[in-house]
């Protein structure tokens, strides 16, 4: 079987001949390696969105000072600003910045992001689908993303990515009503991504993000109802539901998050870096969920012996190879910048292949040990 007919028999319940490797297209550089790993098996997850937005009432200006970019929208009620700032580290294949504040730095600039939400306005364009499917071909799959999560959740990314998180809590307490209407503008967006996101050609959808840094009852209490609402209706459209489960705390978060009903968990994360062990994840959320495995990048540092017999190791505790796929989803080569890293990341690559090559799932259909040509 090739790559894509792995991945296609996984997400039609049926064992594969592999178990498919399919990490992100960012987290592993085009180059020599990439082709390599290809050569042998690994497919490309493309995440990429088929919206685009205008904001027709608010104007965006871009100022750049040094290795600092910021960009200042100005709304009829106000403007906000947020920066990047360049870095030379590596981080994915498409990015070289960093966000090092949010739009929201005091609960007056809720104003001016609340108009903006409401401002937007979104567009469908599948073919940006199309043309990525012609030049992926048959090496890869393609998901529909883009800022598509509950809006509890997406209220993070006002306050700061990466740095705003104790801004984010507090303004919860210290302004909770001006809080909760950035979380009723968040919701009125929602609805018109919806319709749009129903009707994408991806079979694909992945919505919302596990940070795990709210307990399990507030996940109920703010995040289980906005999946509750929409993965009945995309199912319904024939999607199938991602959620990009990347806490490393999941095992507290492992029955409600059954109750999303979202066909795929991805970027979960076994021990060392989770708490969650795959086969505790199996009998947790069972054979119909599809656990999509993001293989901590620490084990490469143990060498290319660890990483096979870690490898075969997760393979074989899952009892369910036919909803089963491996992936790197979180890190990859970030900040690998020096020759022990790469060599690290390189040989721990090859060494999962040869694990995933090795393993034969149970019930998979024979391989065939010649060839024909047509």
């Known amino acids: 079987m090739r790559a894509i007919d792995n991945l296609n028999a996984v997400l039609s319940g049926r064992v594969p001949e592999r178990v498919p490797f399919f990490p992100y297209d960012n987290k592993i550089p085009r180059g020599a390696l990439a082709r390599e ?62 966000q090092i504040d ?19 306005v979104y567009h469908a364009d599948s073919a940006l689908y199309h043309n990525l499917a012609r030049d992926l071909g048959e090496d890869g799959v393609i998901w529909e993303t883009g800022s598509f999560g509950a809006p509890y959740d997406e209220t993070r990314n006002y306050f700061g990515i990466y740095t705003g998180l104790e801004e984010w809590i507090y303004a919860q307490l210290d302004y909770a009503a001006e809080f909760e209407r950035l979380v009723a503008a968040l919701e009125r967006r929602a609805e018109r991504m919806a319709l749009l996101l129903a009707q994408a050609p991806a079979r694909i959808v992945t919505f919302g993000a596990l940070e795990g840094n709210y307990s399990p009852t507030q996940f109920e209490q703010h995040t289980l109802p906005f999946f509750q609402k929409h993965v009945p209706v995309l ?24 109750r999303t009903g979202c066909k795929i968990i991805e970027a979960f994360t076994p021990p060392p870096v989770g708490d969650f062990p795959l086969a505790d994840a199996r009998a947790a959320w069972g054979p119909e969920t599809i656990i999509w495995v993001h293989f901590p990048e ?17 393979l074989r505790s899952d009892p369910h190879p036919e909803s089963l796929v491996l992936s790197i989803t979180e890190m990859g080569t970030a900040c690998i910048s020096d020759d022990e890293g790469e060599r690290a990341f390189t040989s721990g690559l090859r060494a999962l292949m040869d694990a995933v090559e090795a393993y034969q799932p149970q019930g998979a259909p024979a391989v065939l040990a010649w060839t024909c040509s047509r």
């Open 37 to 98: 790993l290809r050569n042998r098996g690994m497919g490309l997850c493309c995440r990429r969105s088929t919206l685009w937005y205008e904001t027709p009432h608010v104007w965006t200006e871009t100022r750049h000072h040094g290795d600092i970019t910021t960009v200042t929208h100005h709304t009829p009620v106000g403007s906000v600003h947020t920066s990047t700032r360049r870095v030379v580290e590596r981080i994915d294949t498409n990015s070289r910045s960093v």
């Open 102 to 120: 949010g739009l929201i730095k005091e609960p007056a600039d809720i104003d001016a992001v609340v108009f903006m939400i409401d401002d937007t």
């Open 298 to 314: 620490t084990i490469f540092w143990y060498g290319p012996d660890q990483v096979r017999d870690y490898t075969l190791d997760l």
């Open 235 to 258: 199912q319904g459209a024939g999607k199938l539901c991602a959620l990009h489960a990347h806490a490393s705390n999941l095992r507290g978060y492992a029955q409600v998050l059954k």
